[in-house]
């Protein structure tokens, strides 16, 4: 009896908890397959929180940290701390500028301008003053090197003053030197303590460049050759000679010194007639074959200061003919020097013997000559 009553129960109760599942306003059962899906939503969730986290302890990981040092091997640790670099400056260049410095503006002549030898012209230079200081009448132009071309050694920069930033114009009369080839002469400034400057920072020079074309027939060069004689009223002279002989001499001289008192540094020929009233010197050359458009040219005057009153005069002989005079110069002691030139072309086609000629007007003791640079050269 007692087990009927207990299955009733049992039957029951389940009855009652079945009917419990279908009421009302209760939650929908979770199923299986629910639970399934929820589990594995909350792994990947969590997962994902995993990584987060791993990622996050990475970046701080890469953080740079303070080196930790112990101090006096105690184990205290220090803070190290890095200095940050300093930017490195470059210094900027300041050019000092002196009192006295001159900038090159512009030239005549260019370099390599040709000219025949000992043609005369006139070069000019524009300087500007970069300097601090004021030129004035005391400052000068000075010739340092090369070929002075006949430039004085020293000449006044001006009358005037140039203040800095002003430019001036400087002006040279020079001669083409008489050997063929490239001729360079330099030049700088000098001021009012002899203190020579030139161009920019480093004083370069200004300079004169220029070509002189071939001569056909240089007589300074062969003064002394075996072709040549030298004679006067005594007979065939020696040459060279020897200064002070009564009977006339000639000597080629390196660096004649001219009549203006100019030391040339292109050689002359040194003459002085028969030391009688009237004497006179000749030197005879060699036959040459001239041709068309060519000039004899040469600078005639005394010798440096020698108290001279002569004659100049270009003889010649075609074919060893008569003598006759193609040109005659007067020359006295003036402080001056005269260039000449005589036109050829009369003597075009012809073989002719030139003949330089020096007659003494009166008394000769004094009569100390110079041809400086005779030659035939082209028109």
């Given at each position: 009896?007692?087990?009927?009553?207990?299955?009733?129960?049992?039957?029951?109760?389940?009855?009652?908890?079945?009917?419990?599942?279908?009421?009302?306003?209760?939650?929908?059962?979770?199923?299986?397959?629910?639970?399934?899906?929820?589990?594995?939503?909350?792994?990947?969730?969590?997962?994902?929180?995993?990584?987060?986290?791993?990622?996050?302890?990475?970046?701080?990981?890469?953080?740079?940290?303070?080196?930790?040092?112990?101090?006096?091997?105690?184990?205290?640790?220090?803070?190290?701390?890095?200095?940050?670099?300093?930017?490195?400056?470059?210094?900027?260049?300041?050019?000092?500028?002196?009192?006295?410095?001159?900038?090159?503006?512009?030239?005549?002549?260019?370099?390599?301008?040709?000219?025949n030898p000992g043609e005369s012209f006139t070069k000019t230079w524009t300087l500007k003053n970069s300097g601090t200081c004021t030129w004035n009448d005391e400052y000068d132009?000075?010739?340092?090197?090369?070929?002075?071309?006949?430039?004085?050694?020293?000449?006044?920069?001006?009358?005037?003053?140039?203040?800095?930033?002003?430019?001036?114009?400087?002006?040279?009369?020079?001669?083409?030197?008489?050997?063929?080839?490239?001729?360079?002469?330099?030049?700088?400034?000098?001021?009012?303590?002899?203190?020579?400057?030139?161009?920019?920072?480093?004083?370069?020079?200004?300079?004169?460049?220029?070509?002189?074309?071939?001569?056909?027939?240089?007589?300074?060069?062969?003064?002394?050759?075996?072709?040549?004689?030298?004679?006067?009223?005594?007979?065939?002279?020696?040459?060279?000679?020897?200064?002070?002989?009564?009977?006339?001499?000639?000597?080629?001289?390196?660096?004649?010194?001219?009549?203006?008192?100019?030391?040339?540094?292109?050689?002359?020929?040194?003459?002085?007639?028969?030391?009688?009233?009237?004497?006179?010197?000749?030197?005879?050359?060699?036959?040459?074959?001239?041709?068309?458009?060519?000039?004899?040219?040469?600078?005639?005057?005394?010798?440096?200061?020698?108290?001279?009153?002569?004659?100049?005069?270009?003889?010649?002989?075609?074919?060893?003919?008569?003598?006759?005079?193609?040109?005659?110069?007067?020359?006295?002691?003036?402080?001056?020097?005269?260039?000449?030139?005589?036109?050829?072309?009369?003597?075009?086609?012809?073989?002719?013997?030139?003949?330089?000629?020096?007659?003494?007007?009166?008394?000769?003791?004094?009569?100390?000559?110079?041809?400086?640079?005779?030659?035939?050269?082209?028109?």
């Amino acid at each position: 009896m007692k087990k009927n009553i207990f299955v009733f129960i049992l039957i029951m109760m389940l009855s009652l908890s079945l009917a419990g599942c279908n009421l009302p306003g209760r939650a929908t059962p979770t199923t299986q397959v629910d639970l399934l899906n929820t589990a594995a939503a909350q792994t990947i969730q969590a997962q994902q929180t995993h990584i987060a986290q791993t990622h996050q302890t990475t970046l701080t990981a890469m953080v740079p940290t303070n080196t930790l040092e112990p101090v006096n091997g105690e184990g205290t640790p220090t803070v190290t701390l890095e200095p940050s670099p300093t930017p490195t400056q470059t210094a900027t260049k300041t050019t000092k500028v002196e009192c006295d410095q001159a900038a090159f503006v512009s030239e005549t002549i260019p370099d390599g301008t040709n000219f025949n030898p000992g043609e005369s012209f006139t070069k000019t230079w524009t300087l500007k003053n970069s300097g601090t200081c004021t030129w004035n009448d005391e400052y000068d132009v000075v010739f340092v090197s090369g070929d002075s071309m006949g430039a004085s050694a020293s000449k006044q920069l001006t009358t005037g003053t140039v203040a800095p930033g002003q430019s001036i114009q400087i002006e040279l009369d020079l001669i083409a030197p008489i050997a063929a080839g490239t001729h360079r002469g330099e030049f700088k400034l000098r001021n009012a303590d002899g203190v020579l400057f030139g161009i920019g920072e480093k004083d370069g020079p200004f300079w004169v460049e220029i070509d002189v074309e071939g001569t056909v027939y240089d007589f300074t060069n062969n003064t002394c050759s075996t072709d040549v004689e030298w004679t006067s009223g005594a007979g065939v002279l020696p040459c060279p000679g020897t200064a002070g002989d009564a009977a006339g001499w000639v000597k080629k001289i390196n660096t004649p010194t001219l009549e203006t008192g100019i030391v040339d540094d292109e050689p002359g020929i040194q003459v002085h007639p028969e030391m009688v009233n009237d004497g006179w010197i000749r030197g005879t050359f060699p036959e040459i074959a001239v041709t068309d458009n060519v000039v004899f040219k040469a600078i005639v005057g005394c010798y440096g200061a020698s108290n001279c009153d002569v004659n100049f005069k270009l003889n010649y002989k075609i074919d060893g003919g008569a003598e006759h005079t193609l040109a005659t110069w007067h020359e006295v002691q003036d402080d001056d020097f005269n260039r000449v030139e005589v036109d050829l072309s009369s003597l075009a086609g012809e073989n002719v013997q030139f003949i330089l000629y020096v007659e003494a007007n009166g008394a000769s003791a004094t009569d100390e000559a110079l041809w400086f640079g005779p030659r035939i050269v082209p028109e």
